[in-house]
C-alpha cells in the first residue's frame, strides 16, 4: 500500500469519526442541528482533501452509521436520502476540485457551491423515490424548506468555514493548492 493511500485512508477515518462525533453537540436540539447540517462538513473536507473516492464513500457510509449506532437520523427514509446527499457532496467536490484548471479560492467556491446544488438535487429526488414508495408525497414546498431555507445557517458556516481550513491548509503547506500542468502552455 501506498503512503499517500494510508494517509487518505487515516484521514478519512479521522473524517468519518469527526462525522459521528459532530452532531452530538448540536443534536439535543434537533432545530439547531438541522440548520448547522454537522454532517456536510467532514464530508466535504474528506473529498476535498483525500478525493472523491474518499468523500463518496464516507458520504454515504456516514449517515447510515450514524442512525445504526445513535438511531439519529431516523435510517428511513432520513439517513438513506441522506446517504445519497452525502455520497455525492463528497464525490462531486472531490471531483470538480482535483480536475480544476487551477486550485484556488474561485476554484474551491465554485466546486463547494456545485456541489451543494446538486447534493440537495439527489436528496430531493432520493426523499421523492424514497416517500413514493410508501404512498406519502414529497411536495417541492417541502423539498425547498428542508434543503434550503432552513439550511441556510449551514449552508453559510460551510461557505466560510471549509475554504477558511482549505486556505489554512494552503498556506501551511499540509495540503497545498496545485496549478495543473496539463492546462498550462509552453
Known amino acids: 500500500m501506498k503512503k499517500n493511500e494510508i494517509k487518505n485512508i487515516t484521514l478519512s477515518a479521522m473524517f468519518l469519526g469527526l462525522g459521528l462525533v459532530l452532531p452530538l453537540l448540536t443534536g439535543q436540539i434537533q432545530v439547531i442541528g438541522r440548520m448547522l447540517l454537522p454532517m456536510h462538513i467532514p464530508v466535504l473536507l474528506c473529498g476535498l482533501i483525500c478525493g472523491w473516492q474518499y468523500g463518496l464513500t464516507i ?35 472531490g471531483f470538480l476540485f482535483a480536475n480544476a484548471k487551477w486550485q484556488c479560492i474561485k476554484s474551491l467556491y465554485r466546486c463547494l457551491l456545485t456541489a451543494m446544488l446538486l447534493g440537495r438535487a439527489v436528496s430531493g429526488l432520493a426523499n421523492l423515490i424514497l416517500l413514493g414508495i410508501k404512498g406519502n408525497s414529497y411536495t417541492l414546498s417541502a423539498f425547498i424548506a428542508g434543503h434550503f431555507t432552513t439550511a441556510v ?34
Open 153 to 186: 445557517p449551514g449552508i453559510i458556516l460551510q461557505l466560510i468555514l471549509i475554504p477558511s481550513i482549505m486556505l489554512l491548509l494552503n498556506k501551511t503547506h499540509l495540503i497545498p493548492f496545485k496549478k495543473s500542468q496539463k492546462y498550462e502552455t509552453v
Open 59 to 93: 458520504g454515504f457510509i456516514l449517515p447510515l452509521m450514524r442512525s445504526v449506532i445513535f438511531s439519529m437520523p431516523p435510517m428511513y427514509p432520513t439517513a438513506v436520502a441522506m446517504a445519497f446527499e452525502l455520497a455525492t457532496y463528497g464525490f462531486v467536490v
